[in-house]
């Protein structure tokens, strides 16, 4: 395959790196309410 | 009125820096606490004179604790 | 015996410190200076600029053979190497020296080569981390994550400028604000710039009370600043939940993102350690005796990279600059992330914390305090700042992570080079 040029790299990189660590923060989150739903009861 | 001066955060009451009948403006430093390493001045929420020191120096406090009474 | 000594070749080489001195070891020597200066007169980050700046004297004076920069210029005469060039089985190329390994080749090899140093280094800052803060509001978690914006910025801008895409990698992470994610990530992808990339991002993280409260200002309204936060809502979370949540984190980020392991692993095993309190003696080890002697290894064996002909170029002017909007882009990031934040929740917060969304722990934290309390003495932000500097740690470590999963498939699909 030829090589990607620089600028489809860095936007790749920005929407999919940046979208994927909000998500996986996101999942953290829900996972950490969780967690503190248990300590309630 | 009397107003209670609570601590503002979990930390370490490391000085008052009023006396009782003190006259204390709002935003004068009446207490230092110690939390996550750094020192924190408590600033007075109103006007007015202090009426009783509630918490000593190098205990612990947080949220709940009252660090002194105005008047 | 006269015309020995008087040989140009005997006195060339008795005084070789002296002939071998050239211009550019000389300005690295002053640089070296600098940085001591700043460490031990100035107070800046003085446990990693004193070994970088030694490292970096010690690499500069000629022919002492400390350390080979370029690595690839140089083949060791290790034991395999040397019998597989004997029986011309690895051919050296063009240019390529074989020389003896001075001792802080083998620190480099020991611990830099193989990104070892900063992920021990990361077994101590997780030891060092509080999440209380962030458990007991789970949803600033979000900021860590906008404040890391800035490494995407800087990734656009080094590109446009005709940085190439390895390159822009390791200087854009100096944006997660995390030294040794930016350490990790740059021996990764592109070792060579390892000098330039950590003097910036440590130079840069000791500067956040400088850099940081200007940007904060400018994006913030009087009003916004003044905003005070209640401490009622943070109602404290109980001690299971701090000692499952490094488990939990562990287990979500690294079925996302396997390759980040060595610094989410690292990172989270050290917060389990102090959370788990059974481990006292290990923790105490982590925080103090590991994280020093590494520190240690790390600054002089970085610094010593810093070698004239690849420091003394346009390209690292580019990276401090680059690295220096990186930082602020982070703390704007942060603070409009917070705003947004306040658009869609019913329980507003203070934007300022957003600042905090970055890994400079715990610097980043005070700065939102002072700055608050400048605007309104009644606005205590410390604990809410602390929550998101936490997350913003997460956040740099999960952002570098996805990078590396991102960039390493790329490379295996040949879409970028190796």
Redesign the interface.
Known sequence: ?T??A??T??????I???G???I??????I???I??S??KS | MSVAVNA???GKLLSVDVKVGDKVKK?DPVATLE????E??V?A?SDGTVASINAEADTNVD?TTVIVTLD | MLDVITNQNFLYNVFGGFTHLTWQAIVMIIIGGILLYLGVAKDYEPLLLVPIGFGCILANLPLTELIHVPRELFVFHDGVREILSSTGLLPLQEGVRLVDQGILDVLYDAGIGNELFPCLLFIGIGAMTDFGPL?QN??I??L??AG??GI?LT??LA??LGY??ME??CIAIIGACDGPTSIYITSKFNPSLLGPISVAAYSYMSLVPIIQPPIMRLCTTKKEREMSMS??VLKP??Q??KT??PV??TI??LL??PVGAPLMGTLMLGNFLRESKVTGKLVKSAENEIASITTLFLGLTVGSTMNGDVFLTVKTLGILALGFIAICGDTAFGVFGAKIMNIFSRVKINPLIGAAGISAF?MA??VV?KVG?EAN??T?L??HA?GVNT?GQ??SV??AS??IA??TT?QI?????M
């Open positions: 395959m090589e990607m620089d600028m790299f860095g936007w790749l990189l920005t999919v790196a940046g994927l660590t909000m996986s923060l996101g999942i953290i989150i996972a950490t309410k967690l503190k248990f300590q | 503002p955060m979990a935003n939390a996550m390493k750094m924190i001045k600033f929420p949220p | 458990l789970p949803r978690l979000l860590g994550g890391q914006f995407f990734l656009m590109l446009v190439d895409k822009a990698i401490y009622d979370v109980t299971t939940t499952l949540f939990v984190v979500i980020t996302i993102a715990p934290a005070r305090h309390c003495p009644q205590y410390l604990m602390m997350g997460i956040g999960l952002a996805v990078m991102i960039i790329l699909m040949q879409l970028i080079p």
